[in-house]
């Protein structure tokens, strides 16, 4: 039962009661219920007010969506690529500034990593890297 419904059956009852208007308790409740009717009406026309702006914001919702796959293309699982998932992170701490400085493969793939905090060159030797992968390795 909807808020206007419980009011107007509030009404009735004191309708139906033969509520004394001329009394001072009478004209509280009659004023009371008034003022109940009133709010009633106003929440209804919140509740309707809030379903069109839900209804426009779904639309503008699905209009963005329609933009954004227009400038970036469509979000489909199937152009996810594993491989981006699979890069490692390294971290290191700059000797210069005692910033951490964080890469990944391809950075360290140069052998060098330039501190984004004070631009001191960092270098790396992998040598010792890739001579533990060759003992690794099964003998073909």
């Given at each position: 039962m909807e808020i206007t419904e419980k009011v107007a059956y509030l009404k009735g009852?004191?309708?139906?009661?033969?509520?004394?208007?001329?009394?001072?308790?009478?004209?509280?409740l009659t004023a009371?219920?008034?003022?109940?009717?009133?709010m009633a009406l106003e929440i209804e026309d919140m509740k309707d007010v809030q379903a069109e702006l839900?209804?426009?914001?779904?639309?503008?919702?699905?209009?963005?969506?329609?933009?954004?796959?227009?400038?970036?293309?469509?979000?489909d699982d199937e152009d996810y690529d594993e491989d981006e998932e699979s890069e490692e992170c390294y971290a290191t701490t700059c000797p210069n500034c005692e910033e951490t400085v964080y890469f990944d493969d391809t950075i360290l793939d140069d052998g060098e990593v330039i501190c984004p905090n004070c631009g001191?060159?960092?270098?790396f030797d992998l040598s010792s890297l890739e001579e533990d992968d060759d003992d690794g390795k099964d003998p073909e």
């Open positions: 009852l004191a309708e139906g009661l033969a509520l004394d208007t001329e009394t001072k308790e009478g004209k509280i009371m219920i008034d003022i109940l009717d009133d839900g209804d426009g914001l779904d639309a503008v919702s699905d209009d963005l969506e329609d933009v954004e796959d227009a400038v970036f293309g469509p979000e001191e060159k960092l270098e």
